[in-house]
């Protein structure tokens, strides 16, 4: 399976392609018109069977409606918010939106198969409260979603249903995992020692606001 990063600019978060038995984009960015201009080249968006949210923020769901074949994934605790079009006030924040009906919702351990590699489903709260990573084990890729950035930064908690302390928990979390590539929500995918580093680096930092 290759998988190509779609690197934000502006509001958008990153969108990942992975190209494998099946085609399944994780996030989608803030709005139709910039995803399909952002995957163009990439991927025919008819070929998508799957869209993966790690969050029901609308920079990170506005995308979705252009894949209109595809099944969205995501984790229950957010289907509220992105099939009533709030998206924890980020629709109004960024002055667009679109409700979004989540075609199956998730669960911490769930596992999404992709044909011959598995996506694992780690409910990590704190961003929103239904958050999550999704870990390719066997290659120690994580996308993190908003929970963790380069550089050991992690997401905001401000916005309803944000929550320091289980941010914390989550960030311990992961930090317990083999992380060999850092695929984030936003800024540049980090690798090696540096990936490593990351969550460690952001626990310490989070705790200081406990």
Do not use: W
Request: aromatic share 6%.
């Amino acid at each position: 399976m290759r998988i190509v990063p779609l690197i934000s600019s502006g509001y958008d978060s990153n969108a990942y392609v992975l190209l494998g038995e099946r085609v399944a984009v994780i996030d989608t960015g803030l709005s139709a018109e910039s995803m399909r201009s952002r995957i163009a080249g990439v991927v025919e968006a008819e070929r998508v069977e799957l869209v993966l949210n790690t969050h029901a923020h609308i920079d990170h769901c506005g995308g979705n409606r252009t894949f209109g074949n595809a099944e969205v994934l995501l984790h229950e605790l957010d289907a509220e918010a992105a099939s009533s079009g709030s998206y924890y006030g980020t629709a109004s924040l960024f002055g667009t939106g679109g409700e979004c009906k989540p075609g199956r919702l998730l669960k911490d351990g769930a596992r999404v198969d992709l044909g011959g590699e598995v996506l694992e489903v780690i409910h990590t709260p704190g961003h929103t409260p239904g958050s999550i990573c999704l870990y390719l084990r066997e290659r120690g890729a994580l996308f993190s979603g908003d929970t963790l950035f380069a550089g050991g930064s992690f997401g905001r908690t401000d916005l309803p249903g944000g929550d320091m302390r289980q941010l914390v928990e989550s960030l311990r979390r992961i930090a317990e995992l083999d992380i060999e590539v850092l695929y984030p929500g936003h800024m540049e995918v980090v690798e090696g020692e540096e990936a490593r580093e990351c969550a460690e680096v952001a626990c310490e930092a989070a705790e200081r606001f406990l």
